[in-house]
């Protein structure tokens, strides 16, 4: 099991900036690696789209919408709770959506880590 809590959405105007949080906590090998993804208004959960992630050695990946915007982190990562960071920059109107922290729906060392979501924090960019 997996506990996911995202906090630090908000309201800025387009050019701002804003950080996200996700505290991880629970199964440590089912956190390999960490994502966030967004939820654009009127759009379904199937249809969230991929942000970036972290893996358990550091490397990291964009969208090609984010690249250069964004930047996502995370600290004490062996430890039974981490913090994965996810930083904002440039934003755009279309930035706005419902950000969510996602972990697993993968197989690890050979055992399937089910997927696991943070309950969401909603950006929103005006113009």
């Known amino acids: 099991q997996v506990q996911l809590v995202d906090s630090g959405g908000g309201s800025v105007q387009a050019g701002g900036s804003l950080t996200l949080s996700c505290v991880a906590s629970?199964?440590?090998?089912?956190?390999?690696?960490m994502r966030w993804y967004r939820q654009g208004p009127g759009k379904s959960a199937r249809q969230r789209e991929f942000?970036?992630?972290?893996?358990?050695?550091?490397?990291?990946?964009?969208?090609d919408s984010v690249k250069g915007r964004f930047t996502i982190s995370q600290d004490n990562r062996d430890n039974a709770k981490n913090t994965v960071t996810l930083r904002l920059s440039a934003l755009k109107p279309e930035d706005t959506a419902m950000y969510y922290c996602?972990?697993?729906?993968?197989?690890?060392?050979?055992?399937?880590?089910?997927?696991?979501w943070g309950q969401g924090t909603q950006v929103t960019v005006s113009s």
């Open positions: 996602q972990a697993g729906g993968s197989i690890v060392g050979g055992r399937y880590c089910p997927d696991f």
């Open positions: 629970g199964d440590i090998w089912c956190r390999d690696t």
């Open positions: 942000v970036a992630s972290i893996e358990d050695d550091g490397v990291t990946k964009y969208s």
